[in-house]
Structures are given as structure tokens and as C-alpha cells.
T-cell receptor, first 116, second 118 residues
Framework: AQKITQTQPGMFVQEKEAVTLDCTYDTSDPSYGLFWYKQPSSGEMIFLIYQGSYDQQNATEGRYSLNFQKARKSANLVISASQLGDSAMYFCAMREAFSGNTPLVFGKGTRLSVIA | GAVVSQHPSWVICKSGTSVKIECRSLDFQATTMFWYRQFPKQSLMLMATSNEGSKATYEQGVEKDKFLINHASLTLSTLTVTSAHPEDSSFYIC??????????????FGEGSRLTVL
């Protein structure tokens, strides 16, 4: 079974508007971390935001916020005031059993296109 | 922030040759590094976990004799694609956790290496 599910292969958003990228996850581990990365066409992986499974509040980082609904096992990324430079692939990822030796498991990604 | 450097960024080679990709943690020690592979328009798939001073752990379906991983020091892990074939053409990217920095377990990624096998 997929651990990270991103159901939106592609999304379009008008410049200056907000957009939500969906992510659901599956784990039986009580301790885990959820991450969002941005990957522009250059290929580099840019860390955006993190949410720990025990965090009570939703994470925010500038224009990025994570809508964490633990009971639903969802961790949607909200980008406010979209900019043309936000056009990229966005990956939701999870680390289980939080330690130094567990890898990130990625979803299939969502390609976001910001329209002027 | 923590820096992970990967080299080369691009490599083109003939079928049957071997290619070595280096991944260095520049300002921290990494006892563990992760190697991912990304085919065009797909996600990052974990290939193997590289452990300093011991054998790498490979994911199911990844041939350990084809993808040789060496993690000889706390700052360097190498991936060697042996006898490369066109189907090995892909984007290879390494990553490492830094327990002392980053968002509680954030992985720091190298720039990636795009391999094209002719």
C-alpha cells in the first residue's frame, strides 16, 4: 500500500491566488514527520515545511502552511499569494520511526503551474 | 544551512561503461546517506541506504552488484553504476540527515546527477 498519496497530478492557479495541494499518508507508527519539498526543473529538492506527528499546531513558513488533520491522515500544503516562481513539482513525504536512519518516502508529486 | 554536494551534475557515457557519482556532506558528518533515483516525470524512489563503515542496505528490486555503494568516510558516499545500459539513464540524488540542524529530521539533498547512457 502506498504510504503517501498525492491525488493531483497537476494543478493550475492564478497568480496571487492561494492553492491547496493534497496529501494523505498511511502509517501505524505514532512518531513520524511529514515534509513538503519543491522540485523546479533544475532537479534540486527544496525543503518547504515540516510537521511532526505530535505537533499541536499547524506548521507555517512564510507563504506556506500545512493543514494537518491527524485523524484523517492528511497533510495538505497551502500556498498563499502564488507567484510565477512557484511553478514546479511538489512532493509530500514522510519519515517514520523518527531516527537518523529512516529515509523519506515520497508521494508521486503534483505539478503546479502558476498562470499570470 | 547544511550542504550536501553531489558530483557530477551531468554525465553521458557509453553503454557498458561504469559511472561513479559522489555525494559529500560539506559541513556535517553523515553516518547515513540515502540514494534515490528519479525517472522522468516520476517521483523519487529510494534505492539504498548507505551506512558509514558497513554495507549498504538495498531496496527490493535494486541490484546491489550493479549499483555499488561505498561509504568510506563520514562525509563521502559514492554510487557506482556498473556496466551502465540505456535503461539506467535517470536522475540520481543523494540525501543525508543532520541531527543537529534542520527541521527535526529534515533530509538535505545533493544537487542530483543526471545520467544518460547512450
Amino acid at each position: 500500500a502506498q504510504k503517501i498519496t498525492q491525488t493531483q497530478p497537476g494543478m493550475f492557479v492564478q497568480e496571487k491566488e492561494a492553492v491547496t495541494l493534497d496529501c494523505t499518508y498511511d502509517t501505524s507508527d505514532p512518531s513520524y514527520g511529514l515534509f513538503w519539498y519543491k522540485q523546479p526543473s533544475s532537479g534540486e529538492m527544496i525543503f518547504l515545511i515540516y510537521q511532526g506527528s505530535y505537533d499541536q499546531q499547524n506548521a507555517t513558513e512564510g507563504r506556506y502552511s500545512l493543514n494537518f488533520q491527524k485523524a484523517r491522515k492528511s497533510a495538505n500544503l497551502v500556498i498563499s499569494a502564488s507567484q510565477l516562481g512557484d511553478s514546479a513539482m511538489y512532493f509530500c513525504a514522510m519519515r517514520e520511526a523518527f531516527s537518523g536512519n529512516t529515509p523519506l518516502v515520497f508521494g508521486k508529486g503534483t505539478r503546479l503551474s502558476v498562470i499570470a | 544551512g547544511a550542504v550536501v554536494s553531489q558530483h557530477p551534475s551531468w554525465v553521458i557515457c557509453k553503454s557498458g561503461t561504469s559511472v561513479k557519482i559522489e555525494c559529500r556532506s560539506l559541513d556535517f558528518q553523515a553516518t547515513t546517506m540515502f540514494w534515490y533515483r528519479q525517472f522522468p516525470k516520476q517521483s523519487l524512489m529510494l534505492m539504498a541506504t548507505s551506512n558509514e563503515g558497513s554495507k549498504a542496505t538495498y531496496e527490493q528490486g535494486v541490484e546491489k552488484d550493479k549499483f555499488l555503494i561505498n561509504h568510506a568516510s563520514l562525509t563521502l558516499s559514492t554510487l557506482t553504476v556498473t556496466s551502465a545500459h540505456p535503461e539506467d539513464s535517470s536522475f540520481y540524488i543523494c540525501s543525508a540527515p543532520n541531527q543537529d540542524r534542520g527541521e527535526a529530521g529534515e533530509l538535505f539533498f545533493g544537487e542530483g546527477s543526471r545520467l544518460t547512457v547512450l
